[in-house]
């Protein structure tokens, strides 16, 4: 039973009223003479604080399984530091919306399945949140354990303290409102939904400090207890009886020249008033409780006052008393809550990491892994067999980093939330950029047959970051987090990831580097399991070749027998000779290019790989003799050149995938080229109607217009005739109808034949024939004037021009327009004329070969557009697009009307040059463009 001194509440029910049975808070009846300066130091002591003795259960059978179960976490915990998994949750905690959870990834604490479940668990919630609309708000959710911790122990919460768990508590719920609001739609955010779905928010908790304080002005409210609103109300009464008697007096003071002006203050925790020393008499039996630097001024008790003064203090007591006594209410019942308060804020880490993650994976592009075991059919096989590794185009998340901040996409923690650096903050944080270039993506692909993968290559080539990469793309997949590669990487769950990288030699230890290296090998065989992930660096190095080698390949054959998958990398050629003896080891070597004496960073699976010593010491700038001898050396200790032939054989094949490679870059350019090209030609043909609908329209319009113009002015004319018959006399009538007559006469003649023609030329239009260039009237186009573009062909028909619209006509149906010098002329045509009919018989002749021409399509490739050009502009333009036209091609130029002095030129060059063998003037379909066949 609980008992508490004082507190009455005043609204809330019973709940209130009654504290935990396991707690008991007491409060002194001396707790009223206790200064305000105390915050803490009432204790909450439980009944139950002597901790039960609870004996530990043997936890291991047997301390052999115990010293390997240590054993295990200590290599696991040195190998996540040898792959650099730190650095990794150093990049998650850029993208964590809480200090809980960023301190927690910087101390590398992101938790990682224990089972294949539990990281295929945290992948789906990796999965649901990168699928996020928006951010979830985490703002206003702090870490409250150390609060929690201080209310256990009995030490007593302050408002702000208090306030904080509220508001965490409030952000918490908050954080599940908006995910379920999101979670409506789409079933997708099941596994985020989950996190939060059972957790206990402790409303009631939050009811109670939000009813007794306000945490916007973090002070403590009346309606906490009835006791405390009694004590302030009365306080209150008493300050302004206080206050009122203090001016009273400051006034008389003032009156009587006591005091400049009316002065009242506090000293020594006391309402008093301001007087001067040789007027003290005018406050009979006042208390003096201070008195000013100089001396001259008294600070006054008034006589009256002291007992409210009185008042005032054991109020004041008795109101901090009460206010200590809801603080320690309210920090029982956190106290009581830790349990579920912990158990919120882990579930509202787990969210913010699972967010974390989401966002690290779309920061990188990452894909979602997929986990396999043992022979599981899967997709993608290779020879015939399932792969147990298939990871394509992978890159290390620590060479990524460096390339995606030169492309502005690092991220910055700001505000709780991941944002991107600006320009000048990641040219202030770069550091080695790599001038920004991605890194080298690679593939690992691994039978499900394979238990042993020796790779070998040179130095520098490549082989430890490759080992590195599958280390920790294992580790990232089983703490739930995307892997920067492409398709779908697929791999088994390992249980351990052991690895020896890197120098342990120490001195301290007596360790040599063999020393050290075989130490730690024989720690990784004691800790594996059939499920382990194995890297080892080098394997045998540090001693002599051929006991190292024998050495290394006993250990692989252990490994062989006793893990999932071992992972080595070598300089002894003997290693890869066990493949063709044992079909449970892979060889994979890493490509260098003898042209640039530069490794390519690429894995070649199947192959073994040359350490290329001297060719690398040669770069380096070594002496020639020296590298001559070592020569030398090499050809004694390798017969029959047997290394110059692998080494031939190796450049060979090297060669050989380059330029299947070039084939295929070739092929898929040309294809796209030919998809392009498809494309456009589609998009030529779907226009081409609306094209010609656009023309006719255009063409009506025009007619209806002009058709318009000339009603309009025949209807002024007769109204102007008929006003000046109106006002003119007899006399001027013949003259008003002559000039009536011109101007409709004039409007005749402009819209139809003109009439200069001669009385011969019925005659001569028997026996007219049509040539290219000549002037006609068409009764097809109303007796519309026209020009002849082709001579008669067989049917006897022409093909004439008007305009932008082009038809063939009879030639009985076309007058020509000629006058005495054209008849005179027309046996022997100008040699301008004569050159333009050679042309047009050319091309008329050669009409019948467009079949070795490709299709009269026009698209990007094949046009030339030489509008708004000057004349030599565009001619030497067209002569580059004629020379760079392939043969056999058909070239569309584009050149406008405007004056026509470009589309002069361009018919002039297109007649004079040798690639051209005909060419086709503008039509309706193809206004303003003439198209060229190029030889």
């Known amino acids: 039973m609980a008992i508490l001194r004082g507190f009455t509440p005043l609204l809330y029910p019973p709940k209130l009223h009654h504290f935990p049975q396991s707690r008991v808070l007491i409060l002194a009846k001396s707790l009223i003479s206790i200064p305000n300066s105390i915050s803490r130091g009432f204790s909450i002591i439980h009944n139950d604080s002597q901790p039960s003795s609870i004996s530990k259960a043997a936890t291991f059978a047997f301390p052999e399984t115990e010293n390997k179960v240590r054993l295990s976490e200590e290599l696991c915990k040195e190998t996540e530091e040898t792959l650099e998994w730190p650095s990794i949750c150093a990049q998650v905690s850029s993208f964590a919306s809480t200090a809980a959870g960023r301190a927690a990834c910087q101390r590398s604490g992101l938790p990682s399945g224990q089972a294949r479940a539990e990281s295929q668990k945290l992948l789906d919630q990796t999965a649901a949140a990168a699928l996020l609309p928006q951010a979830l708000d985490f703002s206003g959710i702090e870490d409250v354990s150390d609060i929690v911790r201080l209310a256990v122990a009995g030490e007593l919460l302050t408002v702000r303290e208090l306030c904080t768990v509220e508001r965490s508590l409030q952000a918490a719920r908050r954080v599940l409102q908006d995910l379920e609001r ?22 009631e908790l939050v009811e109670k400090i939000g009813y007794c304080i306000d945490c916007t002005l973090s002070i403590i409210l009346d309606r906490a207890s009835a006791k405390l609103e009694s004590v302030r109300l009365e306080r209150k009464e008493n300050m302004e009886k206080l206050d009122t008697l203090l001016k009273e007096v400051s006034v008389s003071v003032y009156q009587a020249g006591g005091i400049d002006s009316p002065l009242i203050t506090k000293r020594r925790s006391r309402m008093c008033v301001g007087i001067k020393a040789s007027h003290k008499s005018l406050l009979p039996g006042g208390v003096v409780l201070s008195v000013s630097s100089s001396g001259a001024t008294y600070f006054m008790e008034p006589r009256d006052a002291i007992e409210l003064n009185n008042m005032e203090v054991r109020l004041s007591n008795a109101e901090r008393a009460e206010e200590l006594a809801v603080l320690g209410f309210l920090t029982a019942e956190v106290a009581c809550s830790e349990t579920r308060i912990r158990c919120l804020m882990e579930k509202i880490l787990e969210l913010d990491f ?16 997929e986990f396999i075991e043992g022979f599981e059919k899967i997709d993608s096989r290779r020879d015939g067999n399932f792969l147990q590794v298939d990871i394509e185009g992978i890159q290390h998340p620590l ?18 939330t991941a944002k991107m650096l600006s320009q000048s903050d990641q040219a202030m944080s770069s550091g080695k950029l790599l001038e920004g270039k991605a890194p080298v993506p690679l593939d690992i692909k691994v039978q499900n047959t394979k238990k042993v993968v020796v790779i070998s290559g040179p130095n520098t080539g490549g082989k430890t970051a490759t080992m590195k990469t599958l280390g920790l793309a294992a580790i990232m997949s089983k703490a739930g987090l995307f892997l920067p590669a492409r398709n779908t990487p697929r791999l088994p769950w390992f249980d351990q990831i052991l690895a020896d990288i890197g120098d342990h030699q120490s001195l301290e230890h007596s360790l040599s580097t063999f020393s050290a290296h075989i130490s730690r090998i024989c720690k990784i065989l004691d800790a594996a399991s059939e499920k382990s992930l194995v890297l080892i660096d080098e394997i045998g190095c540090g001693t002599d070749p051929s006991e190292g080698v024998a050495l290394s390949t006993s250990i692989l054959q252990h490994l062989a027998g006793c893990v999932n998958l071992a992972m080595v990398t070598t300089h002894y050629t003997d290693l890869s000779l066990l493949k063709a003896t044992d079909s449970r080891f892979e060889n994979a070597a890493m490509e260098f290019c003898m042209d640039t004496l530069q490794p390519t960073y690429r894995i070649l699976w199947g192959s073994t790989g040359n350490s290329n010593a001297l060719s690398i010491a040669k770069s380096i700038g070594f002496d020639q003799e020296v590298l001559d001898r070592a020569q030398q050396w090499v050809q004694r200790l390798v017969p029959d050149k047997q290394k110059e032939r692998q080494g031939l054989l190796y450049q060979s094949l090297l060669e050989e995938r380059n330029c299947l490679e070039a084939q295929a870059t070739e092929a898929a350019s040309i294809l796209s080229e030919v998809k392009k090209l498809h494309f456009e030609i589609n998009s030529e043909a779907e226009d081409l109607e609306n094209r010609e609908a656009a023309l006719k329209a255009k063409e009506t ?27 003119a006399n007899p006399d001027q009538f013949n003259s008003i109808m002559r000039d009536t007559e011109a101007a409709i006469a004039s409007i005749v003649a402009s819209h139809s034949a003109s009439g200069f023609m001669l009385t011969e030329e019925t005659e001569y239009h028997s026996t007219y024939m049509p040539q290219v260039g000549d ?161």
């Open 701 to 727: 319009k025009s007619i209806q217009q002009e058709l318009r113009s000339i009603s309009s002015r025949m209807d002024d004319i007769i109204k102007k005739f008929e006003k000046q018959l109106e006002i």
């Open 775 to 935: 002037k006609v009237y068409v009764k097809g186009l109303g007796d519309k004037l026209a020009t002849v573009i082709e001579t008669l062909a067989e049917d006897g028909t022409a093909m004439v021009q008007y305009g932008k619209i082009r038809i063939r006509t009879k030639r009985n149906d076309m007058r020509p327009v000629n006058n005495v010098k054209d008849n005179f002329n027309r046996s022997k045509p100008p040699l301008k004329e004569q050159r333009r009919s050679a042309q047009r018989v050319i091309v008329a002749e050669n009409k019948d070969d467009d079949s070795t021409f490709g299709p009269a399509v026009r698209t990007s490739k094949n046009t030339v557009d030489l509008r708004g050009m000057r004349v030599d502009e565009a001619a030497l333009r067209l002569q580059m697009a004629i020379s760079e036209c392939k043969s056999y091609g058909v070239l569309f130029v584009v050149h406008g009307m405007g004056t026509g002095a470009v589309k002069e030129r361009t018919l002039h060059i297109l007649r004079s040059h040798p690639r051209v063998t005909k060419f086709e003037e503008e039509n309706p379909m193809n206004y303003g463009c003439t198209i060229a066949y190029i030889k």
């Open 182 to 203: 999101i979670g409506e739609s789409s079933d997708r955010f099941t596994p985020l939904l989950g996190i939060l779905q059972d957790c206990d928010f402790m409303t």
């Open 354 to 369: 699972a967010c974390a993650r989401g966002a690290y994976a779309k920061w990188m592009n990452g894909v979602c892994p």
């Open 399 to 416: 060479l990524l980093e460096p390339f995606l901040r030169s492309l502005s996409l690092v991220p910055k923690q700001q505000s709780g």
